[in-house]
């Protein structure tokens, strides 16, 4: 008897060794709710079955300083992270990324056409988009951004997405810029233009959720969204309609923060993030457009014309070009905050 609790004793603390020693990772996805909710299912609790890895899913609203500020401390406790096209730019410029251990096989992955091909730094994820969102029961059908920024002929309170990215774009558009003329932005003009639609402004929206819950419960009528959001909403999808017309196509990308732990296992979670299948599981649930071009033959076809990607919708939308951002983002979030502060 004493000999078999010894031995159940040394297992207990041999299965504690084991568990205290197993690898574990945690990945930062750009969103929350039903965002998050896909890159668990898709990526994050996939990958920790297969690999016997202890997996922590976080949000994150891509604050570039916070993220800057953590690697120059060396206190990095995030494995991989998602961020904008315009902060991987900037973020590759300013050595705060750690190279992947191997590259990405072509095998599995090939860019789909027009989107950069993975490098040492980081992997392309996935397409999301703003749209021009409304109540088809308050307001008649608006087409472009210049019905958005219309008072007259379009009543009703709006919402706009509080940060510059993607608004001056649209304040641009409004004001008569092509789409293919749009860079680089004329700061000053989307400014004056933005200053004609403030007065309408009834909230200024930071987490995607916002905008829908704003337009369900009737506040607003009109607002940028992601598209995503919607479609992840089987309310909103009943209830809401939208216009690609103008939409902004943002690209994301997987890096590994320089000073992270677990390198070799973060490069083999992008590896397999990166792969056509969990690409096109993440894709049926958010609708926003993989990056790699083999998933798009697995997403069901029902889903497909629903993507950013799909030729229809990116005929008359635009991608926002991450290296003006890259280079600029910085001064013009300044005067963004000066301008909503009202000085």
Not at 123 to 147: E, F, G, M, Q
Not at 188 to 199: D, E, M, S, T, V
Request: proline share 8%.
């Amino acid at each position: 008897m004493k000999r078999a609790l010894i031995v159940l004793g040394l297992l207990l603390i041999f299965a504690a060794v084991l568990q205290s020693a197993a690898p574990e990772l945690t990945i930062v996805s750009y969103g929350s709710g039903a965002y998050q909710e896909s890159h668990k299912r898709a990526f994050v609790e996939p990958f920790g079955r297969q690999t016997s890895t202890k997996m922590t899913s976080l949000s994150w609203g891509a604050e570039y300083g916070h993220l800057q500020e953590m690697v120059r401390s060396g206190r990095v406790p995030w494995n991989v992270v998602e961020v904008t096209a315009a902060q991987y730019a900037r973020g590759v410029g300013e050595k705060l990324f750690a190279p992947l251990t191997s590259t990405v096989p072509t095998s599995t992955y090939q860019p789909i056409p027009g989107s950069p091909a993975p490098t040492q730094f980081g992997v392309p994820n996935v397409y999301w988009s703003t749209v021009l969102a409304y109540r088809s029961d308050a307001v008649k059908k608006p087409r472009s951004w210049s019905n958005f920024w219309d008072t007259k002929n379009f009543p009703g309170p709006r919402a706009l997405y509080d940060s510059p990215r993607g608004t001056l774009e649209f304040a641009l558009l409004a004001d008569g810029v092509p789409r293919d003329r749009l860079y680089p932005l004329d700061v000053n003009r989307a400014f004056r233009k933005l200053n004609q639609i403030r007065p309408s402004v009834r909230l200024w929206w930071q987490d995607g959720t916002e905008p829908v819950n704003a337009l369900l419960t009737g506040r607003v009528v009109m607002t940028p969204a992601w598209s995503g959001r919607i479609f992840a909403s089987p309310q909103a999808r009943k209830e809401l309609r939208y216009s690609w017309d103008g939409a902004a196509h943002e690209l994301d990308y997987w890096v590994i923060p320089k000073g992270a732990a677990n390198v070799p296992l973060a490069t083999r979670f992008i590896h397999f993030a990166s792969m056509p299948a969990p690409m096109a599981v993440q894709a049926s649930s958010t609708a926003y457009g993989p990056a790699n071009n083999l998933a798009l033959a697995q997403v069901p076809k029902n889903i497909l014309p629903e993507l950013p990607t799909a030729p229809s919708n990116w005929r008359i939308s635009f991608v926002v070009d991450s290296a003006w951002w890259a280079a600029h983002e910085q001064e013009v979030q300044e005067r963004w905050t000066v301008w909503r502060s009202g000085s």
